[in-house]
């Protein structure tokens, strides 16, 4: 349960479909009902897809390219904390790239954004790959590996819920009301880059003084 509840909440936090809702809401605010629901399902079943195969195919990739997993901790980490910037300092959407009129353009005109912009890189994007890649290589029984993927099942199932429910979280709590929110869960992804940069270095350096 301990081990769930690490990577339901890292996850969640890293993903944020909460600083996702806005970008829904404008990308499918001519859609019908139904439309923007079955947008929904279409998106969590994209991320779900792409973070299972970062998940388990993520330690090929690094044997192949010869990466440690320190090296990709740290690398992930420093994604990790800029997303964590990012939406501390309300600028999330010109992280992603969603401030630039063509990308909007580009968006406005797909005939589905499940896949792109809302799959990624908005959701499922390095950060979470990352972490995801290092979480396979630390967890090595099955049995933790399967808690883990009921973990990213229960993340994708929330943000379903979270996307279908936006434009009644936007009419509730307001652009202000995200934004604060938003800027709480990027206080928590700084710490968690953070905590994967320091225990990464502390362990490089434990190796060389062995």
Partial sequence: MELFIYV?????????PLGTVPIFVGLTKEDTKSERSRTSLLTA?????????????GRYILNFFGI???????AGGL?????????????????KGMDKPKVQEDAFQRDGVSLTP?????????????????????????NEKLIAV??????CLATLLVLRSAYY?????????????????????????IEYISSSVI????????
């Fill in 8 to 16: 339901f909440a890292a996850l969640f936090s890293v993903i944020n």
């Fill in 45 to 57: 079943i994209n991320i779900f897809v792409i973070l299972l195969i970062s998940f388990f195919t």
């Fill in 68 to 74: 440690s997993l320190d090296s990709l901790r740290i």
């Fill in 79 to 95: 994604i990790i904390t800029t997303s964590g910037f990012a939406l501390l300092t309300g600028s999330f959407a010109k992280h």
């Fill in 118 to 142: 809302l799959a990624i890189p908005m959701l499922a994007g390095p950060g979470s790959i990352s972490f995801l890649i290092g979480l396979y290589e630390e967890y090595a029984t099955w």
């Fill in 150 to 155: 009921g973990a990213i099942f229960s993340v």
């Fill in 169 to 193: 979280i936007v009419s509730m709590l307001g652009a202000s009301g995200i934004n604060a929110i938003s800027r709480i869960i990027g206080f928590i992804v700084i710490a968690i880059g």
């Fill in 203 to 210: 362990n490089i350096f434990r190796t060389i003084s062995q």
